[in-house]
């Protein structure tokens, strides 16, 4: 089975209707640029009649030369009893100067009834107008038929009659939607056959979520015949979503053999969707399937020591495909044989039958117990690990601190700390202001450790996140503190637990400097070593 | 279509193999009542042979009597070149008293060599003597053909004889496994369709998701002729995660018209899903199909005018039907319709001309922008529609607050709040020590409030989340915090915004605890008016 499909990307449009999914300009424009590398077809930017947000960024995507991607404006068939040339709606999308416009209008004879409240007749005349008029105007045009799925099981002539209608007037292509995301695969399998029997017009389709349903209802249709895929990048959109490209595209690609994106394009994917993630503040959940960090991640120490003699007996694909890595998570659950997959990683020859392992192991179970999480903590760990081999030197130690946050009334809070650290045998004691106590602690910190270590200037804290563990006993529950640094080459977690959040934030900022240090120290040596060979040093 | 489907439970076991998902003994028992009470037909309970936390759990199991589930307990077929009755972790399953055994053999030519490393011929041998010794021991023994698919693709002859082996000894269930979750809708029902016409035995289906269709791949069994499906509550599992039963079990029932489960327990999957991630202490995406807060939320202004027309129009089921419920958000995408949606669930009519409601509509847009959301924080939203309204008393005012922390090495941290409150007119200055910060404050602010509103005394903080926005600039990073509390009868959420984390918290307790005095406003005139029905008052 193969063939070619084209790519139709709505995370700018039909994404932003995702809850906690908002975005700037400026990210729309940073994800546009990230989307055609990716090598989408289509990246549909908004809907210029519907807001002003949209219009600028049709005007500032011209500037940005996009090499393969056509950008396409979103609006609605006219409006009932008017003319197509006179509906602001259509004219927003032929002024903002698109190549490419995708409007939709009802395939429902009930939506006809009750959204819009107009006659089956007028609504065809409504599909045609506007599709030609922008016909008329030169540009192409893709027809989504919103609710088509719901509307053909409803009433399959009507559903029919009006994408003929769109053909009739010269859509470009014809998108089936299934606007609620109720239908099944075989449901969409049937009907898409309908379909293709009934125009001749190339078809796409647009999937939701709100059954899990949508990767497998993109999937099926493709393979009933459909050449256009619609969705967004991680799945955002509306209620449970938009169908997921993130994992369409793989699974069109390396298990169904479409030509869609091009290998090296598809080795960005996990990139492309970790850096939407961030520019739309969305969490990704580790568990998302092909990019997620836990995609390819192995707990069970049965697992872990089979995939140590061949991974693809618990892989469906090589990581590397979708730029993504295999990792080790440890865990109670863990045999001896994660911590030797970390120690390998970490180039330590790792020894299981001795007794640093074994106390290492049991301290690892402890932390654990009182609520410590290394799966998103790998610095922590290393440090533990290396700690363990007397393989990382003590490079400062607390004697005290003391924070002092003040309001008042209509002023800005005030916020101080006091540090008062040994570094090097000698004591520092200093005091900084801050945004927040984590912030003031940290750069008191520095003041004390950058004459030190001039390159932690460098570094930041990126994230911070905090997680209340036993919600329930709320009085006494412990915290724990994620916190996310990085410099100009790496990113890194550490974690620290207590009941006081001030006490496990300070854990994690020390190991967050701690593991700063040590990958200075590392470039160092390496750098070191290279001019070595390049025989930069004087001897 | 129809028939009955059996659902096979293994959050307990598989489920617990998910990165972050940590179960606790008690955890583990709390969350197989709800399983009963949902009306699964098999707990899988853990696998005695591996670790001794899942023996207590069996051992104390036994005292839920469990009302209709029946437990059971995992294990592997028994060691190569050794005796069924000789195994461990055979005799296990047996010891801990359960009436159902599940056992996983190899199906995967391939993997018997690189995994296990015997001879096809024995790997047989172990199929067949296991499931016989657990069947001569009185034992339903389920068999879980692991790697089915993979096996089935690479040496179909040989996948078949495992299962045959099985049959032969007299296995009550043959499980096929996709165990890499590599394996698509079409192979699943070609695969299964022969599988069937191979055995008599009933056939089950155990999916996982790393390609976002361990629910169409469980659907897509069911519809060859599988009649049990194995999942976890929210799909949690290793790597991307198992087939996920809250949305397998709606989709079974709701739209393929199996049955399943009861009306009435359908409609407690909601809570029931969401109590899970509560124990497992996992966030609950909002957009999770079926359950999720954002499964039925609506944003577009377009949509919502349609959802106050008709709800059908933009959901696929009635969110009652699996305990959950129509909500709308209210963003920077909406139009006025979702304000005027929230204003009739407070019960205020909301006259979209007036100037107030377009003064509120500017402050939401400007809050929304300096970071604010209020999907995830309804209480905080009502607070300011009730003001915009002139609907809400001042309960008290912030005058000034000072927090101190102080930590000396190896000393506890010692945290202390002093605030000034004006109460009724009077001034309140008060101090109080905490946990941290947060809590140091609101035990503060507790004190000056308790005297004048003891209901106070039932509300806590349940959960506390803090995001850090836009990361890039870390410095001067503004944070949203989200505090979630709750009495005796609710819960509730709140949001503050500020650069300094403190002040961003202070301002969601401070609406946390002027929405708790409101609820409790609410509470006791509904108690007054029913005495008055009653004619409890005398007049």
């Keep these: 089975m193969t063939g070619t499909v084209k790519i139709f990307d709505t995370t700018l449009r039909d994404g932003t209707q995702g809850e906690g999914v908002s975005l700037s300009v400026e990210d729309k424009l940073k994800i546009a640029q990230r989307l055609d590398a990716l090598g989408v077809t289509y990246i549909e930017g908004g809907w210029p009649g519907s807001n002003n947000k949209d219009i600028e960024f049709f005007i500032r995507v011209k500037d940005l030369k996009l090499k393969h991607a056509k950008v396409t404006a979103f609006g609605s068939t006219r409006r009932k009893e ?46 045609f107008d506007s599709v030609r008029y922008l016909k008329q105007n030169g540009l192409e045009v893709i027809y989504d038929a919103e609710h088509f799925f719901d509307g053909y099981k409803s009433n399959p002539d009507y559903a029919l009659a009006t994408i003929r209608k769109a053909e009739e007037a010269g859509a470009d292509w014809i998108v089936l939607c299934d606007t609620n995301g109720g239908t099944l695969p075989h449901e969409i399998t049937e009907i898409v056959k309908v379909v293709r029997q009934s125009v001749a017009t190339p078809v796409g389709i647009h999937a939701h979520n709100d059954c899990e349903l949508g990767v497998a209802n993109s999937l099926a249709a493709v393979m009933a015949g459909a050449t256009q895929v619609q969705g967004t990048i991680n799945g955002y959109g509306e209620r449970c979503g938009n169908a997921n490209l993130v994992s369409i595209i793989p699974n069109l690609q390396l298990k169904l053999n479409y030509s869609v994106i091009s290998e090296e394009q598809l080795a960005s994917l996990t990139g492309v969707a970790r850096y939407v993630s961030e520019i739309a503040n969305m969490h990704m959940p580790v568990n998302q399937p092909y990019v997620g960090a836990a995609a390819f991640a192995h707990k069970g120490g049965i697992h872990v020591s089979a995939i140590l003699r061949n991974s693809s ?51 690892i179970k402890e932390m654990e117990h ?102 329930k006993d709320a009085t006494a529950a412990k915290v724990r503190v994620l916190i996310e640094s990085s410099d100009f080459q790496n990113t890194w977690s550490t974690v620290g637990v207590s009941e006081n959040i001030i006490e496990a934030s300070w854990q994690a900022l020390v190991d967050s400097i701690r593991y700063a240090l040590l990958n200075q120290t590392r470039a160092a040596s390496k750098q070191a070593e290279s001019k070595e060979r390049l025989g930069l040093v004087n001897h």
């Design 370 to 471: 009182q609520g410590y999480q290394f799966e998103g903590a790998d610095a922590t760990l290393e440090l533990l690990i290396r700690n363990a081999y007397g393989k990382l030197e003590e490079v400062f130690s607390l004697e005290s601190f003391k924070i002092m946050v003040a309001k008042t009334m209509n002023q800005p809070v005030l916020t101080e700390a006091i540090v008062k650290v040994r570094v090097h045998g000698e004591t520092c004691y200093n005091a900084a202001e801050g945004n927040g106590p984590v912030n003031a602690l940290d750069n008191a910190l520095r003041k004390c450790l950058l004459q030190y270590y001039p390159g932690l200037q460098n570094m930041h804290l990126s994230d911070y996140k905090v997680r209340v563990l036993d919600e």
């Design 82 to 127: 008017t003319l197509a040339d006179q509906d602001p709606n259509l004219n927003r999308i032929i002024e903002v100067g698109v190549s490419v416009a995708t409007i939709f209008g009802k395939s429902w004879d009930f939506q006809v009834h009750t959204a819009i409240q107009t006659t089956l007749e007028e609504n065809l005349a409504m599909i």
């Design 313 to 363: 007996t618990y892989e469906h694909i090589k990581p590397e495909l979708v730029g993504n890595k295999q990792r080790v998570l440890v865990s109670e659950l863990a045999g001896q044989s994660n911590l030797v997959f970390k120690a390998q990683e970490m180039g330590l020859d790792f020894d299981t039958n001795n007794q640093q392992t074994k106390q290492l192991i049991e301290q």
